[in-house]
């Protein structure tokens, strides 16, 4: 536990030193601009040939992991990253053999040692050296190989130990978004289990040094992973530790460079030097514009120095001198003959036959012929027609929905026609002589509802035809007084 808490403390201690450097301190009484752009993330995966070198033959095993790099300068940058390895050991002189599982999780501080040249924008080739701490864990299972307590075969599983681990790259840059590397890490562990990686400890015999090492030779394929920067809308650069420190420096100058020298020289006196006149050589006294183009404020195509009405009303030719070719106001004689000519050609409309108008429709509650309220206001508008049209007899049609029998029903519909012929003659003051009474029962409904629809309890208003009268009370009892018994079949 104790190996444990100091491995992280010195990762992170490394990795706030490692942060706090990139920032410096602003000069007193300024803002400092910092040259270092935003950089990408790297993701890497690793595929090696791991072997242990130890008190037996390291043979090439396999091993693989992720990892992620983060820039802190041009040169320094932090990698975290996870192993997994399986190895075996042999001596064959003594008939010796061991097998090995290993996982591990480490943060590394790299050096990329090349950086310090500042003559390319972005190297092609990167020199990094490594080192750091991590934790470790790891199982060996040996054959043949003497152990402190006598035995000679077996398995040893490792506590989880810390580790430390050094090496050295290259890294070669494929693309702004891909490079390859190929490294070489050497990786120890402590405590008890640091020479029983290949299974076999050095009690009793000098053999080799105490310390069993993992090697780590292995090929990285790293990407660089990132957008734009949320501070400044630009995209991000590479990893640092591929671009050049001064890159943004020479960038700034170089843009300073390609700034054109002031030059007051204005070859058309217009009061816009050349260096930003989109027209150099405007007539003399033409107005122009910030651009030193010769204005025209009414936009007639003709230009403010020769233009003998340069705010002409929109909407109006204009001549070559600019002015708008606006017609003479028109006189009351004009007006008077242009009615004159339109009422020559004027015909009256066809007046519509009388048989087309649209008169409305009144609703009876079920089993009534009493008006309602609500259809006042209809058999007004039918009451204003026929005063407004005195020629004009209107018939008045009852209908009912199926409910009852077609006698009792043909005995209602009379009934709502008279009622409704009755309250325009009684409340309207309409000769009784222009209302025709129609019936037609439930045999025309407006929607084809069987049984009770308020839509076919109706009475209907159209113009008479020539000659027609009242239609005959049908046979059968009073109907739409009380309540009605019975049913369809039998009537009511």
Same mark, same amino acid.
């Given at each position: 536990?104790?190996?444990?808490?100091?491995?992280?403390?010195?990762?992170?201690?490394?990795?706030?030193?490692?942060?706090?450097?990139?920032?410096?301190?602003?000069?007193?009484?300024?803002?400092?601009?910092?040259?270092?752009?935003?950089?990408?993330?790297?993701?890497?995966?690793?595929?090696?040939?791991?072997?242990?070198?130890?008190?037996?033959?390291?043979?090439?095993?396999?091993?693989?992991?992720?990892?992620?790099?983060?820039?802190?300068?041009?040169?320094?940058?932090?990698?975290?990253?996870?192993?997994?390895?399986?190895?075996?050991?042999?001596?064959?002189?003594?008939?010796?053999?061991?097998?090995?599982?290993?996982?591990?999780?480490?943060?590394?501080?790299?050096?990329?040692?090349?950086?310090?040249?500042?003559?390319?924008?972005?190297?092609?080739?990167?020199?990094?050296?490594?080192?750091?701490?991590?934790?470790?864990?790891?199982?060996?299972?040996?054959?043949?190989?003497?152990?402190?307590?006598?035995?000679?075969?077996?398995?040893?599983?490792?506590?989880?130990?810390?580790?430390?681990?050094?090496?050295?790259?290259?890294?070669?840059?494929?693309?702004?978004?891909?490079?390859?590397?190929?490294?070489?890490?050497?990786?120890?562990?402590?405590?008890?289990?640091?020479?029983?990686?290949?299974?076999?400890?050095n009690f009793g015999r000098d053999v080799t040094t105490f310390r069993d090492f993992l090697h780590y030779p292995h090929l990285?394929?790293?990407?660089?992973?990132?957008?734009?920067?949320?501070?400044?809308?630009?995209?991000?650069?590479?990893?640092?530790?591929?671009?050049?420190?001064?890159?943004?420096?020479?960038?700034?100058?170089?843009?300073?460079? =390609? /700034?054109?020298?002031?030059?007051?020289?204005?070859? +058309? !006196? *217009?009061?816009?030097?050349?260096?930003?006149?989109?027209? &150099? @050589?405007?007539?003399?006294? =033409? /107005?122009?514009?910030?651009?030193?183009?010769?204005? +025209? !404020? *009414?936009?007639?195509?003709?230009?403010?120095?020769?233009? &003998? @009405?340069?705010?002409?009303?929109?909407?109006?030719?204009?001549?070559?001198n600019g002015v708008a070719q606006v017609p003479k106001p028109i006189t009351e004689a004009d007006v008077n003959r242009i009615?004159?000519?339109?009422?020559?050609?004027?015909?009256?409309?066809?007046?519509?036959?009388?048989?087309?108008?649209?008169?409305?429709?009144?609703?009876?509650?079920?089993?009534?012929?009493?008006?309602?309220?609500?259809?006042?206001?209809?058999?007004?508008?039918?009451?204003?027609?026929?005063?407004?049209?005195?020629?004009?007899?209107?018939?008045?049609?009852?209908?009912?929905?199926?409910?009852?029998?077609?006698?009792?029903?043909?005995?209602?519909?009379?009934?709502?026609?008279?009622?409704?012929?009755?309250?325009?003659?009684?409340?309207?003051?309409?000769?009784?002589?222009?209302?025709?009474?129609?019936?037609?029962?439930?045999?025309?409904?407006?929607?084809?509802?069987?049984?009770?629809?308020?839509?076919?309890?109706?009475?209907?208003?159209?113009?008479?035809?020539?000659?027609?009268?009242?239609?005959?009370?049908?046979?059968?009892?009073?109907?739409?007084?009380?309540?009605?018994?019975?049913?369809?079949?039998?009537?009511?």
């Amino acid at each position: 536990m104790t190996v444990r808490n100091f491995v992280l403390a010195v990762l992170f201690i490394s990795a706030t030193f490692g942060l706090s450097a990139q920032d410096a301190a602003a000069p007193a009484g300024g803002t400092y601009r910092s040259f270092t752009p935003a950089d990408q993330w790297e993701l890497g995966v690793h595929l090696g040939v791991p072997f242990i070198a130890g008190d037996l033959d390291g043979k090439l095993g396999f091993g693989g992991g992720l990892h992620v790099r983060k820039a802190l300068d041009h040169i320094f940058s932090i990698r975290v990253g996870g192993l997994y390895a399986q190895t075996k050991s042999e001596d064959t002189d003594n008939n010796r053999s061991s097998e090995m599982s290993w996982f591990s999780g480490s943060g590394q501080l790299v050096v990329t040692v090349n950086n310090f040249r500042f003559n390319k924008p972005y190297r092609k080739l990167a020199v990094n050296l490594f080192g750091g701490l991590g934790v470790s864990k790891f199982t060996t299972d040996y054959d043949n190989v003497l152990q402190e307590d006598g035995s000679l075969k077996g398995s040893y599983e490792s506590d989880l130990s810390g580790q430390f681990e050094f090496g050295v790259g290259l890294g070669f840059r494929v693309n702004p978004k891909f490079n390859i590397g190929l490294e070489y890490t050497a990786i120890s562990v402590f405590g008890e289990g640091a020479d029983l990686l290949d299974g076999s400890n050095n009690f009793g015999r000098d053999v080799t040094t105490f310390r069993d090492f993992l090697h780590y030779p292995h090929l990285t394929l790293n990407f660089n992973l990132g957008g734009n920067d949320k501070a400044t809308g630009a995209k991000k650069s590479e990893p640092l530790y591929w671009a050049n420190p001064m890159s943004t420096v020479s960038d700034a100058i170089a843009a300073l460079e =390609a /700034r054109p020298v002031y030059d007051p020289t204005d070859t +058309d !006196s *217009d009061g816009i030097i050349d260096m930003i006149d989109q027209e &150099k @050589e405007s007539p003399a006294g =033409a /107005r122009v514009d910030t651009r030193g183009v010769k204005l +025209d !404020s *009414d936009m007639d195509k003709v230009d403010d120095y020769k233009d &003998k @009405e340069p705010f002409s009303p929109p909407g109006y030719p204009v001549d070559a001198n600019g002015v708008a070719q606006v017609p003479k106001p028109i006189t009351e004689a004009d007006v008077n003959r242009i009615v004159d000519a339109k009422l020559a050609n004027f015909k009256l409309p066809v007046q519509q036959g009388l048989s087309d108008w649209f008169l409305p429709i009144i609703n009876f509650n079920m089993n009534s012929y009493n008006i309602n309220y609500s259809e006042y206001e209809k058999l007004y508008q039918v009451a204003q027609v026929l005063k407004n049209n005195p020629e004009v007899r209107i018939a008045v049609t009852g209908h009912t929905d199926q409910t009852g029998s077609e006698r009792y029903n043909n005995v209602l519909s009379y009934n709502r026609a008279m009622a409704a012929i009755e309250f325009l003659v009684n409340q309207h003051g309409v000769a009784r002589t222009r209302l025709v009474l129609d019936w037609a029962g439930e045999a025309t409904a407006m929607v084809p509802v069987a049984g009770s629809s308020q839509l076919n309890r109706r009475a209907e208003f159209r113009v008479a035809k020539a000659g027609e009268t009242d239609k005959a009370r049908p046979e059968g009892p009073e109907a739409g007084k009380g309540r009605f018994m019975g049913n369809k079949a039998s009537g009511f």
